[in-house]
């Protein structure tokens, strides 16, 4: 994920348009370096149970996507500091209109398996995660390209009825040709100013000619082409990666191997790192940010930084759960007292939300929620009564209980009931992995946690994936005709400032919907075991696992 810092060379794009405004990096808050540590050996960090198996099109949530971060490699990557874009396997991606993007690559960039990254892995990787009767969950993320809708069908009475969805009229998007080994062009179907800054993410990366022998077993041990590879995968305890002999890269990793302890408890990880049985927790429970407990516990061995994550309510849909509305959202939303639960929960590490889109990109724009994100009890308690009441009996907030969520969402259950005095109960889920499958399968009822870790340093990421019509990560199925043609009238901008513009004015429609609840804006704290050094945070909220090396 490190690298010579390269321009991404796009006629037509700012450098504004590539940077990062107002991203923490580096400094005493940031990392943790040695230059004397040594190469090789074995660390352990904390992990958690992936959703699905790692297939990089098929991973859009932070369990499966850390590892996948570490094993593969994409045309973009982002700075570690600054989450700058810059070339990895391309050499450069060209345009002169923001429609038609030509992509030339380096050559002798291998996967895992020995096999040269080609052209045709990427096109061809593409086509398979955009083609809808596969089912990927990051299929949505290729919806610019042309031909994107052709690769889609719709099934004409649900999934729960008998019939099926039809096949789709194509399956390869016209917008994809391979040139020759080594380049391809993209085509959009409208003018998309920010594509090359997207191709950095997990979903764009590469699959060896191996995956499509036999998609549905390759997530079980993936191949990819980044600095480590996976081992072994032993289900619900850890995964175990190794440093691949022949990274193509500039920035190879230092351990030798990196194990990913699967953790059901952030308390039990946490107190592994304190005995030394584990050398990396990315998560701080509760109960030791309380009066910062862990700089006591881990001295010299914490970070803590801010990060492009935003923690939001989400409600399940109408066709799920009738009984949260959005005026009923506003009411509950203005019930929640953020800085309250920020300062007796997180130790005053959060900032509370005044919208949808993260502080660290460009773009960001304060106080889009305005009065339905302030705490004021007596004014939910009236935007309840003008709503209509709380038809539902209590009020629900589900989270995974393999993580540390239950002090906060007893905490902003406890608020609700105070300020509108409508009984409201935090549910726990055994792990993410359930969490999240009852969330996908939409039979999670009421309100539940949901959090967004940007995947590529723009506004947009914080709207398209999560707020768009059908979008991969539209957990609530959110659902605006204008919001999305104001999307993409700001993706067909050529002009940044405009293109921000637009974009928050599409995010001023989330508020007048009260699409989710924004919570609060994430900092990423961590602490580490004495074995081990050289410990960095990305502006992702993510430890460079890389970097990490042994004392």
Not at 28 to 45: F, L, P, R, S
Request: proline share 5%.
């Amino acid at each position: 994920m490190r690298g010579t810092t390269r321009k991404v060379a796009v006629a037509g794009i700012s450098a504004a348009a590539l940077v990062l405004a107002g991203c923490g990096g580096g400094g005493n808050d940031g990392e943790n370096t040695d230059a004397a540590a040594k190469t090789g050996g074995d660390i352990t960090v904390r992990g958690c149970n992936p959703e699905n198996p790692l297939v990089a099109g098929n991973t859009s949530e932070t369990c499966g996507g850390n590892v996948l971060d570490v094993i593969t490699a994409k045309l973009v990557k982002y700075n570690v500091d600054t989450a700058q874009p810059e070339m990895d396997i391309a050499e450069k991606i060209e345009t002169t209109d923001n429609q038609n993007f030509t992509v030339t690559l380096k050559k002798g960039y291998k996967f895992h398996d020995g096999t040269e990254v080609k052209a045709k892995n990427f096109v061809d990787a593409w086509n398979y995660t955009a083609y809808g009767p596969n089912a990927q969950v990051s299929s949505y993320f290729f919806e610019p390209i042309e031909g994107y809708a052709d690769l889609q069908s719709e099934d004409p009475d649900g999934e729960e009825g008998p019939q099926k969805a039809p096949e789709p009229k194509a399956k390869e998007m016209t917008g994809l040709k391979v040139v020759d080994d080594y380049s391809f062009t993209i085509k959009t179907a409208e003018k998309v100013a920010n594509l090359p800054i997207r191709l950095g993410y997990t979903a764009f990366a590469p699959q060896p000619d191996a995956f499509f022998a036999d998609p549905k077993t390759f997530g079980d041990k993936p191949i990819a082409a980044g600095p480590y590879k996976v081992d072994n995968w032993t289900k619900n305890a850890e995964i175990k990666l190794s440093k691949f002999a022949d990274y193509s890269g500039e920035k190879k990793g230092v351990a030798d191997t990196i194990t990913f302890k699967i953790y059901q408890d952030a308390n039990a990880a946490y107190a592994d790192v304190l005995a030394g049985q584990l050398d990396l927790t990315d998560e701080i429970p509760a109960s030791a940010q309380v009066d910062e407990k862990y700089k006591q516990d881990l001295p010299d061995r914490n970070i803590q930084k801010p990060v492009g994550v935003i923690q939001t309510i989400t409600t399940a849909p109408t066709k799920v759960d009738p009984n949260y509305g959005p005026e009923i959202r506003k009411a509950i939303s203005m019930a929640i007292d953020r800085q309250g639960i920020i300062d007796a929960v997180f130790n005053g590490t959060r900032e509370p939300a005044t919208g949808w889109v993260s502080p660290v990109v460009d773009g960001y724009k304060k106080d889009v929620c305005g009065e339905f994100c302030t705490f004021d009890a007596a004014k939910a308690k009236e935007q309840l009564a003008k709503a209509g009441g709380f038809k539902g009996g209590k009020i629900t907030l589900s989270y995974n209980a393999d993580a540390s969520h239950k002090e906060w969402t007893e905490a902003t259950c406890n608020s609700i009931k105070n300020a509108l005095g409508v009984e409201c109960v935090a549910t726990p889920v055994v792990d993410f992995s359930t969490f999240r499958t009852q969330i996908r399968d939409r039979k999670m009822k009421g309100m539940f946690r949901t959090g967004w870790q940007m995947d590529y340093p723009s506004i947009e990421n914080f709207l398209t994936p999560i707020y768009a019509t059908g979008a991969s990560s539209n957990d609530g199925d959110y659902a605006n005709p204008a919001f999305d043609a104001k999307l993409k009238e700001a993706a067909a901008a050529t002009d940044t400032a405009e293109s921000n513009k637009l974009y928050q004015e599409a995010e001023q429609m989330l508020a007048n919907d009260m699409a989710s609840i924004p919570l609060w804006y994430s900092t990423t704290t961590a602490g580490w075991s004495e074995r081990v050094t050289n410990v960095k945070i990305t502006p992702f909220g993510v430890p460079d696992y890389a970097s990490i090396s042994l004392k």
